[in-house]
Each structure stands twice: as structure tokens, then as C-alpha cells.
């Protein structure tokens, strides 16, 4: 080996020296790389196991299931719209003379939820601005289309069940499908 290329000899100063040879903790540097060695597998156990663990409970969204029972009809009053189900299901349920229809209270802009504005007679989506009739036509705004509506029906026990799963849209004429309306 050539003798040029020999790395300086580290020579601690004197008033150390003494010192670190009496000092029961002094780790060399051998054994440094040992524990170096022992935290990266160490490490890599805990990463995995957390892996595993995320493996075994995953991120799971919880939606509100897509049935649901509305009541009976006669807890509605005519020519009102109510707003009970939005907060749980994003619905609203309009009472007609005549019978009623679930509106989706999902904007079809980008899918904010519009607020119904009793005193202007619609809703006001308040993201972007969008005004939606109480029927669900879209008549400002940058929304493209009409709400949804969803299938109502009356369930065995006379109360009214929405069902989200199947909606109905109006620039498809699938307004007068039976299920979209329910006659009292
Ligand atoms: S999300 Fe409703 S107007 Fe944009």
C-alpha cells in the first residue's frame, strides 16, 4: 500500500486521552455501526408492522345509506319544502298538492350543497352561485343542469321511502317516470 495514501493517525489531546480510556460508555466506532445496523432493522420492523396495520383497518368512507324512510305524508304541510333530510342525506322533500318528489341538495355544478331561500322561493348554491327553482330547474349560475331527484314510494308501513341509489333527471325526461313522483 502506498504509504502516501495512509489516513493520518487521530491523536485525541492529551488532557482527553486519559479520559475517554477511563470512561465505561465511550462507544468505538465498531460498535457504533453495530447499533447504526440494529436501529435501521429495528426501524424498518416498525414501518412494516405499520403497513400491515394500515393494511388491515384501511381508510374507509362512511356514507349515509342510500334508503331511507321520510315519514308519513301527513307530517307535511302542502306547498312546503323541507329541509329535515339535508344535513343526513343531502335530500330535500317538496310537498305538493298533489303529492311529492325528493330533490337531490346536490349542486350539479361541482356538488356543493344550495341553501333554500323560502322568501326568494329557490335555492341559492353558495359556492359559485347557482339558482336552482323549487321544481330543481337551474335558471342562473354556472350550473349545467337541473337537480336530481330521487325514487319516493311508500313503504309497507305508510311511510314514504326515498331511495338515493336510483335518481331521475330531467333533461332526460325521466321526471314523469312513476317512481319520481309520488301521488297521494
Ligand atoms: S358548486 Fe354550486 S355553483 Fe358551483
Known amino acids: 500500500m502506498n504509504p502516501r495514501l495512509k489516513a493520518p493517525e487521530m491523536k485525541l489531546p492529551a488532557e482527553y486521552e486519559a479520559e475517554v480510556l477511563e470512561n465505561p460508555v465511550f462507544i468505538d466506532r465498531r460498535r457504533f455501526m453495530n447499533y447504526c445496523g440494529w436501529v435501521g432493522i429495528l426501524g424498518s420492523l416498525a414501518v412494516g408492522s405499520l403497513g400491515m396495520l394500515r393494511f388491515m383497518f384501511p381508510r374507509v368512507l362512511f356514507e349515509p345509506p342510500t334508503a331511507f324512510k321520510a315519514g308519513f305524508p301527513s307530517d307535511y304541510s302542502v306547498a312546503t319544502v323541507d329541509t329535515r333530510f339535508v344535513n343526513s342525506h343531502r335530500v330535500w322533500i317538496i310537498r305538493e298538492e298533489k303529492g311529492f318528489y325528493a330533490l337531490s341538495a346536490i349542486c350539479t355544478h361541482l356538488g356543493c ?13 353558495p359556492c359559485h352561485g347557482s339558482g336552482f327553482r323549487r321544481s330543481g330547474i337551474n335558471f342562473e349560475g354556472p350550473a ?9 314510494v311508500l313503504s309497507e ?3 314514504m321511502l326515498v331511495e338515493r341509489a336510483k335518481a331521475f333527471r330531467h333533461e332526460k ?12
Not at 350543497?113 to 348554491?125: G, I, M, Q, V, Y
Not at 349545467?144 to 319516493?152: A, V, W
Not at 321526471?175 to 309520488?182: G, I, R, V
Open 113 to 125: 350543497t344550495p341553501k333554500w331561500l323560502a322568501n326568494e322561493n329557490k335555492f341559492k348554491c
Open 144 to 152: 349545467p343542469r337541473p337537480l336530481d331527484r330521487y325514487k319516493i
Open 157 to 159: 308501513d305508510g311511510q
Open 173 to 184: 325526461g325521466e321526471w314523469t317516470k312513476p317512481d319520481a313522483y309520488l301521488f297521494v
